[in-house]
């Protein structure tokens, strides 16, 4: 192979000058977007999605605690919730200790909803890890959330 097609067909060199967060930004997006596809006939959003599970796993919690699982701010955690509430998918109720805070539920309905969409989760799931290697993916986190 000549040089010049080796030159040609080598991958472009990193842009040492693009900023890193913004890179990681635009792929989060992008991510986000493969998984609100897939989502799509089941009516959820890859954040709902992901707080049902949280619901799922955890069992009711108060919506600060919530949000914070979910690695969202309150007021974003407030947004992903009203829609979730109005399908009927979490009930949210005055706290015990203190009715001040609220506490979100996972209903039957929202069991149901979150086994409905597990399947097309997963299809998204595959296609990222087809399009990006899961330990890669894995690695990255590790690292952001070490330092």
Same mark, same amino acid.
């Given at each position: 192979?000549?040089?010049?097609t080796q030159i =040609?067909?080598?991958?472009?060199?990193?842009?040492i000058?693009?900023?890193?967060?913004? &890179?990681?930004? %635009? *792929?989060?997006?992008?991510?986000?977007?493969?998984y609100?596809?897939?989502?799509?006939p089941?009516g +959820?959003?890859v954040?709902?999605? *992901?707080?049902?599970r949280i619901?799922?796993?955890?069992?009711?919690?108060p919506? !600060?605690r919530l949000?914070a699982?979910?690695g969202l701010? %309150? !007021? !974003? =955690?407030?947004?992903?919730?009203?829609? +979730?509430?109005?399908?009927?998918? &979490?009930?949210?109720v005055?706290?015990?200790?203190?009715?001040? #805070?609220?506490l979100?539920?996972? !209903?039957?309905?929202g069991?149901?909803?979150?086994?409905?969409? +597990?399947?097309?989760?997963r299809?998204?799931? /595959?296609? +990222? /890890?087809?399009? &990006?290697e899961?330990?890669? &993916?894995?690695?990255?986190?590790?690292?952001l959330? #070490?330092g």
């Open positions: 192979m000549c040089i010049y =040609m067909s080598a991958p472009p060199a990193p842009d000058d693009a900023c890193t967060c913004g &890179v990681l930004r %635009r *792929a989060a997006r992008a991510a986000t977007a493969i609100d596809q897939a989502l799509r089941t +959820l959003r954040t709902q999605f *992901a707080i049902l619901l799922d796993r955890r069992g009711p919690l919506v !600060t949000a699982e979910a701010e %309150r !007021t !974003t =955690m407030a947004r992903n919730l009203d829609p +979730l509430e109005r399908r009927g998918l &979490v009930r949210i005055a706290g015990e200790a203190d009715a001040r #805070s609220r979100t539920e996972l !209903t039957d309905a069991r149901s909803a979150l086994a409905e969409a +597990l399947p097309h989760w299809g998204a799931q /595959a296609d +990222l /890890a087809r399009r &990006v899961p330990g890669a &993916v894995r690695a990255l986190a590790a690292a959330h #070490s």
